[in-house]
């Protein structure tokens, strides 16, 4: 086992990840497959990640593995499991690539970007949010570089991205997030104003040439504009 392994499982045990959490895992991995996911590295992850410790209120802890979100402070969610697993694999992460990604949240969508093997930036405008997951992902042994501030504008200074990935509900599809895609890149993001919003795969095919498929109905919490205050 690595040190780097290892450190993590110490990490994990001490805060209280159980056997008992572990076999839970394994049955939301084996009900996201039965719901269409088949990118078996997405599905390890979601079994490796310990997902109760990504939600603040303990008394929601026991019901971490149902394939549900649940409220995580600053009027926002952790995402349903299968919405985190179904945006990740649309993505189809190759090891090391730049994924930027929109709205940290609770760290637990970041986790699983790690865990497949991409070099993660992620941006938070909610201030408790990001001091909180900023903490956290590294008690758990997850490494990624965290930005507080405007998820419109993404991280110009960083790009361009292999990939891109919006984890709340955008309006519209901000233009400063396309054009920090790599050509060839890929931004995943769901678009409406309503409840409901419609997924979105859009690949930047060249310099200002990007083709669009809609890829159905989610919810998400809504992307909001102005950098968060305390």
């Known amino acids: 086992m690595s040190l780097f392994v290892t450190l993590f499982v110490i990490e994990r045990n001490k805060m209280t990840d159980t056997y008992r959490h572990k076999g839970l895992r394994k049955q939301l991995a084996q009900l996201l497959a039965e719901k269409g996911i088949t990118n078996a590295q997405v599905l ?39 919405t985190v697993a179904f945006q990740t694999e649309t993505l189809e992460i190759k090891k090391r690539e730049k994924v930027l990604e929109i709205g940290t949240g609770s760290g637990y969508q970041t986790a699983v970007l790690l865990e497949v093997g991409a070099k993660v930036f992620s941006i938070e405008r909610q201030k408790a949010l990001f001091d909180r997951t ?11 570089q965290l930005f ?40 995943v993001i769901p678009v409406g104003e ?17 083709e669009t498929e809609d890829l159905g109905v989610f919810r998400f919490v ?3 504009k102005e950098k968060g205050q305390d």
Do not use: C, W
């Open 222 to 224: 809504p992307l909001l």
């Open 44 to 82: 390890l992850a979601i079994e490796n990640i310990p997902r109760h410790l990504f939600i603040p209120d303990n008394a929601l802890h026991k019901f971490a593995y149902e394939d549900k979100p649940f409220p995580i402070g600053s009027k926002q969610t952790i995402s349903q499991p299968y």
């Open 134 to 144: 900023k903490k956290l992902l590294p008690e758990l042994g997850y490494n990624a």
């Open 148 to 187: 507080y501030g405007d998820g419109y504008k993404g991280l110009p200074a960083f790009a361009p991205f292999d990939k891109i990935i919006v984890t709340a509900g955008a309006p519209f599809i901000p233009e400063d997030l396309l054009y920090q895609l790599k050509i060839g890149g890929m931004l």
């Open 194 to 210: 309503g409840d409901d919003q419609i997924m979105k795969k859009i690949v930047r095919v060249a310099e200002n040439n990007f």
